[in-house]
């Protein structure tokens, strides 16, 4: 648009220079070799303008046709170029569709058409080629001669990387990462693999540089970057706890700051700070945390915050935790663990039975068992208790790739990902797992019943054509057999005084002492059953 202005332009000017030179009349007197030549002003700048072009003109033939050798080879160089590509993007579209052949006979074509050192794509498209054709060897020898073209340095150590993954030889796959992390730290499969090494190797602060990193070059979202900053804290605090107290303490602090919510950050913070007497500060830090989500570990370090207390003492904290998060099974679980320390079993009881009602689990049944063998000793109920519990949910536990823990780690000891680990139930039994009867209803017994003659009287033998009555007699007798009439005064009397006696049956072994089934159980039972074997 700008070009076609400013060729109007020009062309304006020209008319107006024409229009003025047109209404100022003059002649033009030229002497050359004895002659005058004279010739009006306005004829005069025609020409003038006409010879110009026409040298123009000139100028551009001369000069095409010096240039025509070049022209010509260029336009065939262009269109080889063009064909070239053709091939190199027809063999992309092969190798990401899979077919190994097409991409290996258009990267030869491409090869042949365009020199690999202008097209560095040719390298990846070979290297793609050879992974599709199984020859991995010269896929990783391509890899590797890319190391030295720094446009290709990065997909090089990709590839390397890709390649030592599939081998398995983890070390080689974190070499190649943590060097192309170094060139370009927003590599987002460079920078996990390299966490994961150094998260591996214990190097709390290099892992929380990489993060800063990740975070700088917006790499991972604001949440997360804090995420992982308050599992590495978290981490190091845990580390330095007993070498270094005060860097343990200012790294957990950090951690809790940046994730209240987050249990083990509060543990390690109060504990850091219990450990230099600040109790006010650090009892705060586990009641935000309880009030956040209430965790076992945060109620433990919170009712033994002061060595020193006595038991009742404890239990008093443990009744404060309770009132910050009432109607909570954790909650109740806590004062009951308090109450069974200090012999107070109605409160253990009152509130280990609360904790059934609002989540039957497995640990509130074995409080309860542990309840009653202190207070009772009545190991009938204990085992009951305690089968419930087998047949009750697991309690929560920090759960990583199919690992239960009791403590929680920094990273997965399967697969090294870091903040793998959840505090949830485990997989392995959401619901009962041992079959039982106890809540089928009790059937009536069986009546014992006799025949009403004696057996030892004989009736004649009679022989039976009908095949149907044969089969229907055969009927009766098995009915008789299920069905017997009752043992009565008459049917012993009519028993011949020569019949033989038999000798009683065995007595059955005496089966171990039950505890029995409380009646009351049968309301809490699921429906869904789960066979353990």
Do not use: C
Not at 150 to 176: F, W
């Amino acid at each position: 648009m700008i070009r076609l202005l400013a060729f109007l332009i020009v062309v304006f000017a020209l008319g107006l220079g024409f229009a003025w030179l047109a209404d100022r009349p003059g002649d033009m007197v030229v002497t050359f070799s004895g002659y005058q030549y004279q010739v009006s002003l306005m004829v005069a700048a025609v020409a003038v303008v006409a010879v110009v072009a026409a040298v123009m003109i000139l100028w551009w033939l001369l000069k095409s046709l010096w240039n025509s050798p070049y022209t010509i080879s260029r336009y065939f160089r262009v269109r080889r170029r063009d064909r070239g590509y053709q091939a190199l993007s027809t063999g992309m579209i092969a190798a990401g569709a899979g077919d190994g052949a097409l991409a290996r006979k258009k990267t030869k074509e491409a090869a042949k058409l365009i020199r690999s050192d202008q097209e560095p794509l040719i390298h990846l498209l070979e290297a793609q080629a050879s992974l599709l054709e199984g020859d991995h060897e010269g896929a990783r020898q391509k890899f590797e001669s890319m190391l030295d073209d720094p446009e290709m340095r990065l997909l090089g150590l990709r590839g390397l990387y890709l390649e030592a993954e599939r081998l398995g030889d983890r070390n080689a796959a974190r070499h190649y990462a943590g060097r192309a992390a170094v060139m370009a730290p927003q590599l987002a499969w460079a920078a996990e693999s390299t966490l994961e090494e150094l998260t591996a190797r214990g190097d709390w602060d290099g892992a929380l540089k990489l993060v800063d990193a990740q975070k700088s070059t917006r790499q991972i979202e604001r949440d997360a970057a804090n995420r992982r900053r308050a599992v590495l804290l978290t981490a190091k605090a845990q580390a330095l706890a007993d070498s270094d107290p005060a860097a343990a303490r200012t790294a957990a602090i950090e951690a809790n700051r940046l994730r209240p919510d987050f249990a083990p950050a509060a543990v390690a913070a109060a504990a850091a700070l219990f450990k230099q007497n600040d109790v006010r500060k650090g009892s705060k830090i586990l009641e935000a945390a309880w009030k956040a989500e209430p965790h076992p570990e945060v109620a433990e370090l919170y009712t033994h915050a002061r060595p020193g207390d006595a038991v009742l003492d404890r239990l008093n904290r443990a009744k404060k935790l309770q009132e910050m998060k009432k109607n909570h099974a954790e909650s109740s679980m806590t004062v009951a663990r308090a109450a069974l320390d200090a012999q107070d079993f109605s409160t253990a009881r009152r509130e280990a039975e609360a904790a059934i009602r609002m989540d039957r689990r497995e640990g509130a049944y074995l409080l309860l068992a542990d309840i009653e063998e202190a207070e009772t000793g009545d190991q009938g109920k204990v085992r009951q208790l305690l089968s419930r519990a087998v047949r009750a949910p697991r309690d929560p536990a920090w759960v990583a790739d199919g690992v239960v823990s009791e403590r929680w780690a920094p990273v997965s000891p399967i697969t090294g990902r870091l903040d793998a680990f959840e505090w949830r139930a485990p997989m392995e039994r959401l619901g009962q797992l041992i079959d039982s009867h106890e809540d089928a209803p009790a059937s009536a017994a069986p009546v014992i019943e006799a025949l009403a003659k004696p057996t030892s009287e004989k009736r004649p033998a009679e022989v039976i054509d009908d095949t149907g009555r044969g089969e229907a007699a055969g009927k009766d007798a098995e009915s008789l057999e299920d069905h017997v009439r009752p043992i009565t005064a008459a049917a012993f009397a009519a028993v011949p005084t020569d019949a033989e006696g038999v000798e009683p049956a065995e007595e059955l072994a005496r089966l171990p002492d039950d505890p029995g089934v409380d009646p009351d159980e049968g309301a809490e039972k699921s429906p869904r059953r789960f066979r353990l074997f």
